[in-house]
Every structure is written in structure tokens, then in C-alpha cells.
């Protein structure tokens, strides 16, 4: 089945400092998500991607569907502590209605 | 408007024993979805609707049933629970299966 790779698996940083994080898969994807998790709760989505290439922002945050369709980026500037949390990517094939989903990315933000 | 809710919230179960979780969402989606998310392994699926009336198989399918008679509702089902079921289930919900919106999530623990 389709696999992807996330990382790092943890980081630790300043407040105040740029976060970077991928995910890249082993097939080919239509679609990229990410989420995050806070402890004790559900995802909730934080950005959609559709098109190879397409770079998106919500706020502080920003995705990238890279344009080999096997990866995608999250970066977050200027990080405050309520960033801390999981951030999961997910990716879904053509015609599929699934996803797959990373294993996360545990963001720990030291004031 | 509640988004995606999940009864009960925690629950522990004897070897053996059954249950029923219940997920109901009120966005009129289409698609519902129920996974597992365990340590380290992110979030895997276990049975998925495209429609009311619908089920299919997700990637970790045995020992987990589900049903879909009302179209906001979508119910997975433990008919002999095992330790290996232990951990936390997520139902979410799309209009068009991509951008999945989460419940909060309920703990199991199988003794």
C-alpha cells in the first residue's frame, strides 16, 4: 500500500524561530493535507493542497505540493507556544476517497 | 452547529465483551470515516461510507464492524473485543472524501 514519510519525527524550538517539516510519499498524490492534533483532541485541517506546484497560506503557516506529486512542506514562521502539537500530512490518489496519513510531527516550543 | 460528535467520549471493555461507538455529524457529508490512531502509527483506517446504505473496508478492517442506516450517523461496531483493539478511535466526515473533518475522539481500553 501507499506509504508516507514524515520528518522529523520531533523538534524542539524558540519561540519566535521558523519551523520546517515534510512528508513524502512512495506513490504519486492528488491531493496533500495537513493537520493538526492538539493532545486529548481530533485533527483539524490546516491547509488543502490540489495542484503539483501549488504553495498555500493560512496565516503563519505555509504548504507546498511539490511538483514531483511525492511530497509536500509545511512551514510555520515565527512560532508561538499554542503552535505546539502534532502535525500530520495526508495525501490521497487519484480517484480515491481515503487517505493516507504520516505518522506526525511532534512540535514542542520552548518560550 | 457541532461539526462531528462521538459517544461515549472513554469506555473500558472486558476481553470479549462488545460495543458500539456512534459518530453523528450534522454538514450533510457524504463520506464518514473511522480510524484508529495508536503510538507512534498515526492514524489508520478502519471502515469507511461513501453514502448512506454504503460500507466498505479500510486498511485494518478485522474484528471492527460498521453500519450506515441514517446518513448522519455512521456506527462501528466491537462484536469480541481483544487488547489488540485498545486505543483511540476517530470518526471524521466529507462532502467530497478528501478534506476530512475530525470528531474529539474516544478512548478504549480492552482489559
Known amino acids: 500500500g501507499q506509504q508516507l514519510n514524515q520528518s522529523p519525527q520531533s523538534m524542539f524550538i524558540q519561540e519566535g524561530e521558523d519551523v520546517s517539516m515534510n512528508c513524502t510519499s512512495s506513490s504519486i498524490f492528488n491531493t496533500w493535507l495537513w493537520y493538526k492534533q492538539d493532545p486529548g483532541e481530533g485533527p483539524v485541517l490546516l491547509i488543502a493542497l490540489y495542484k503539483a506546484g501549488e504553495l498555500t497560506s493560512n496565516g503563519r503557516l505555509t504548504a507546498q505540493f511539490g511538483i514531483t506529486r511525492k511530497d509536500s512542506f509545511l512551514n510555520i514562521s515565527a512560532s508561538i507556544p499554542s503552535d505546539v502539537g502534532i502535525y500530520f500530512c495526508?495525501?490521497?490518489?487519484?480517484?480515491?476517497?481515503?487517505?493516507?496519513f504520516g505518522k506526525g510531527t511532534k512540535l514542542s516550543v520552548i518560550p | 452547529n457541532a461539526g462531528v460528535t462521538q459517544t461515549p467520549k472513554f469506555r473500558v471493555l472486558k476481553t470479549g465483551q462488545s460495543m458500539t461507538l456512534l459518530c453523528a455529524q450534522d454538514?450533510?457529508?457524504?463520506?464518514m470515516y473511522w480510524y484508529r490512531q495508536d503510538p507512534g502509527m498515526g492514524l489508520r483506517l478502519i471502515h469507511y461510507s461513501v453514502g448512506e446504505g454504503t460500507t466498505a473496508k479500510g486498511e485494518v478492517p478485522d474484528g471492527y464492524n460498521v453500519s450506515r442506516l441514517k446518513k448522519q450517523n455512521f456506527l462501528l461496531g466491537l462484536e469480541s473485543a481483544a487488547p489488540s483493539q485498545t486505543s483511540v478511535y476517530f470518526c471524521?466526515?466529507?462532502?467530497?472524501?478528501?478534506?476530512?473533518?475530525f470528531g474529539p475522539g474516544t478512548r478504549l481500553t480492552v482489559t
Open positions: 495526508a495525501g490521497s490518489g487519484a480517484g480515491s476517497y481515503q487517505l493516507t
Open positions: 454538514m450533510n457529508h457524504e463520506y
Open positions: 471524521a466526515s466529507s462532502s467530497q472524501g478528501l478534506e476530512q473533518y
